[in-house]
């Protein structure tokens, strides 16, 4: 998958124009969740790191970024710090395998750095876009 506009589809849900960008180095992940969010009527922007990621975003912000914590170029961490200060509205969901360490801990640190919600993989599509569905509506009713 390259990175960019993967594409868009609508849905008569509440969330018909909303934009996500997707940042993992697993490209078979990162296709899977392009799929999922295309299918709930997003629409969908892909990057496979933290940096081609903060690169996308600056270029086209996005309502919901789903960002991995462990990738090159750019790690999660920072990138969600560099999201927060270019567009604190921005809803963040970090997603992470943990690998040596443990995903709780990674996790909880990107949390403490601005992240809305948390995610541990391996987590399944339902999962993740009904947390997405909740930042959004939370957001929308906010405005």
Known sequence: MRS???????????????RVLLIDDDIELLRQMATAFLSAGYE??????????LTR???NPTDLVVTDII????????TIMALKKAK??????????????????FLQLARHVGADEVLAKPFGPAELLSLAAGLVRAHASAA
Do not use: W
């Not at 969908?44 to 081609?52: K, N, T």
């Not at 921005?90 to 943990?98: C, E, Y």
């Open 71 to 78: 990738m090159p170029n750019r790690e999660g961490v920072e």
């Open 57 to 59: 975003f600056t270029a």
């Open 44 to 53: 969908v922007l892909a990057a496979p790191d933290g940096q081609a990621g």
């Open 4 to 18: 960019g506009r993967v594409g868009h589809a609508r849905s008569e849900g509440g969330l018909r124009g909303c």
């Open 88 to 105: 604190p509205s921005v809803k963040v969901i970090a997603i992470s395998g943990g690998y040596r360490v443990g995903p709780a801990d």
